[in-house]
């Protein structure tokens, strides 16, 4: 990369001038004017907007670490908070020139510290325990945040280096429902009240921003957080802060909470709490005035919620993830017994990719940048034969077999000790990538990450052989059914239409089985319509019996109900550390110094055609 801000970052429209412009072209759309803009007490509207983002992941730049190239999408996505910088400022100008209006906040919902190279780079390799600034620390301080709240990947790198990141920022991180073990106060500030100066009038308004975090970090950073942190429910916290914050001042109560806004939960009833409780919390607790969403990863303009108790309207807004969108509110409010009360809500998403990266962040970063390019391109090990994943779809691979090695293995390893460890493991893997090979010779930390291109984290669960028979028979789905033994093009017997996939089922939906220490054996005949394809079951050479039981290494996207396996959901969850597989790839690599298929590789499923090999040529 060059030093050239905007050639390195941007590839869209550049902001010309005015920041209207660069707001029109990012989307945005003024909310209209309070209907009552005199009340018949002659009390005049002032708008406050507050500024959100969320789901950062370590991203500043707008760069694929594992591609070596500009990040890109199918949407034309841009991502990171070089380009935030630039709505930031553009938003700040354009109600700057309204005297009237007070500046605007700006927030965050949590997960900032991991999820890019960059981020693992000063958590693992030059850890800001040692001194050096986090690259998001430097960018969110440099554009002024006023606030954010923890997210669960904040306690991905343990709490020395979460700790270490919350000193170094100059705004406060929030978290009301992480609670010490024992007493039950929280661990990190709850809320934060932040004194907006009105032009034109004599009392600032008093706005109250709480924080609040996913409790499934119990869960998934257990190992972390045990007998230190405990996380009460998003719901039964916010009843109990939001009148505190009331009392404590605040006219105005802005939520930042790290959980999605429909209610739901990836682990189940593991908790007696919901992962997922935005907008329950908006509907039960009264005195909050909008939420900046965060956690699910989804775009959410505006959504409106009615508080039971009240009858009040509260906005909700998510805006996406990796600094893709800004979120932007608009608060309406008015004096009205000589405190400011919120009249009117409005939300928004203005989209970064209209917008050139801010060359300040840009200049402030490079060299970090710079440092973890060089790293992700770094020599890592050796591989003794070059894998590729291109016929991955349709015949077993040493490249999708590695992935299920590094799989299998770490869960095999975390289980011991425990009544599981005498059980059979098997992991579960996908062709996500068929364009990912690993090359003979030097290994890159960019080449072992190309075969897992999605930011998934490795969970571990029980299935009896009759659930695993099942969830082979649905993955078989994603073939055509076809006569005779070919040779056929790929495009002949993969990624069959169905009812829920109608223009094919995609490759990653498409899931492939294997033993760690013993092979998972069987065929997938495709000649049988669906639901009676798979033939030959059998581990370490015996038929699998329906009550046996194994341990699966599955990633989080199919555990949590992704692509609508049968079982996967529903099994008992044995390990989830939410730790990134592919990360666990590179970390195996590091560590061996080699990539070699002998120690992974055998070829334990095939396709047929009633009972007779399949040609497949690509």
Request: glycine share 8%.
């Amino acid at each position: 990369m060059t030093d050239n801000g905007d050639r390195t970052m941007g590839r869209r429209t550049m902001i010309s001038g005015a920041a209207a412009t660069a707001l029109v072209a990012a989307g945005y759309q003024a909310a209209p004017a309070y209907a009552g803009e005199k009340n018949g007490h002659g009390h005049k509207t002032v708008r406050l907007s507050v500024l959100g983002t969320t789901d950062l992941h370590g991203n500043v730049f707008n760069w694929d670490y594992f591609k070596n190239a500009e990040y890109d999408d199918s949407a034309h996505n841009d991502i990171g908070l070089a380009k935030i910088s630039t709505l930031v400022k553009a938003a700040r100008a354009e109600i700057a020139k309204d005297r009237r209006r007070p500046a605007p906040l700006l927030l965050d919902a949590g997960d900032t510290i991991q999820g890019t190279p960059l981020a693992y780079y000063y958590a693992k390799i030059e850890p800001i325990t040692g001194g050096h600034v986090h690259p998001m620390a430097a960018a969110m301080n440099a554009i002024g945040y006023d606030a954010a709240a923890l997210g669960n990947h904040e306690f991905n790198y343990g709490l020395d280096i979460l700790r270490k990141f919350q000193r170094q920022l100059r705004f406060p991180l929030l978290g009301a429902n992480a609670q010490d073990w024992t007493t039950g106060l929280p661990v990190f500030p709850p809320y934060v009240l932040k004194r907006v100066h009105v032009p034109g009038a004599g009392r600032p308004i008093t706005v109250g921003i709480l924080g609040l975090t996913n409790p499934g970090i119990a869960i998934w950073d257990k190992a972390t957080v045990e007998n230190k942190i405990k996380f009460g429910g998003i719901v039964e916290l916010a009843k109990y802060w939001v009148p505190r914050v009331r009392r404590a001042g605040a006219d105005v109560v802005i939520v930042s909470a790290h959980s999605g806004i429909d209610l739901s939960s990836s682990y189940g009833d593991a908790l007696p709490v919901p992962e997922n409780a935005a907008g329950p919390m908006a509907e039960q607790v009264p005195g909050i005035d909008a939420v900046l969403v965060g956690h699910a990863h989804q775009e959410i303009a505006e959504r409106f919620v009615t508080n039971k108790q009240t009858g009040e309207q509260v906005v909700l807004v998510e805006p996406l993830k990796w600094g893709m969108r800004l979120a932007q509110i608009d608060l309406d409010l008015q004096q009205q017994r000589g405190r400011w009360k919120v009249v009117a809500r409005h939300s928004q998403v203005l989209n970064a990719n209209t917008v050139a990266a801010d060359p300040k962040v840009v200049r402030l970063l490079q060299k970090d940048h710079d440092q973890v390019v060089e790293y992700v391109n770094s020599k890592i090990g050796t591989c003794t034969t070059a894998m590729s994943a291109a016929t991955a779809p349709w015949e077993d691979t040493a490249a999708l077999d590695f992935v299920n090695f590094v799989q299998a293995d770490a869960v095999s390893k975390a289980i011991a000790g425990t009544p599981e460890a005498s059980l059979p493991v098997l992991a579960i893997a996908a062709p996500f990538n068929r364009a990912a090979a690993i090359p003979a010779g030097d290994v890159s930390v960019r080449d072992v990450a190309g075969l897992y291109i999605f930011d998934n984290t490795l969970l571990a669960v029980k299935m009896t052989g009759a659930q695993v028979q099942e969830y082979l028979e649905f993955s078989a789905q994603y073939f055509k059914q076809v006569s005779g033994t070919g040779p056929f093009t790929p495009d002949q017997v993969t990624n069959a239409p169905t009812p829920t996939a109608p223009s094919g089922t995609p490759d990653y939906n498409y899931d492939i089985l294997g033993g760690l220490t013993k092979p998972l054996v069987y065929r997938i005949d495709i000649a049988k319509p669906v639901g009676s394809r798979i033939t030959g079951l059998s581990y370490d050479g015996a038929p699998v019996a329906a009550d046996q039981e194994f341990v699966v290494a599955v990633n989080n996207y199919r555990q949590s109900g992704g692509g609508n396996f049968p079982h996967v959901s529903k099994a008992p969850v044995l390990y989830n550390q939410q730790v990134e597989i592919r990360q666990l790839m590179i970390d195996y690599v590091t560590a061996t110094g080699s990539v070699d298929p002998a120690v992974f590789a055998t070829t334990d499923w095939a396709l047929v055609s009633n009972g007779a090999p399949i040609v497949v040529t690509a």
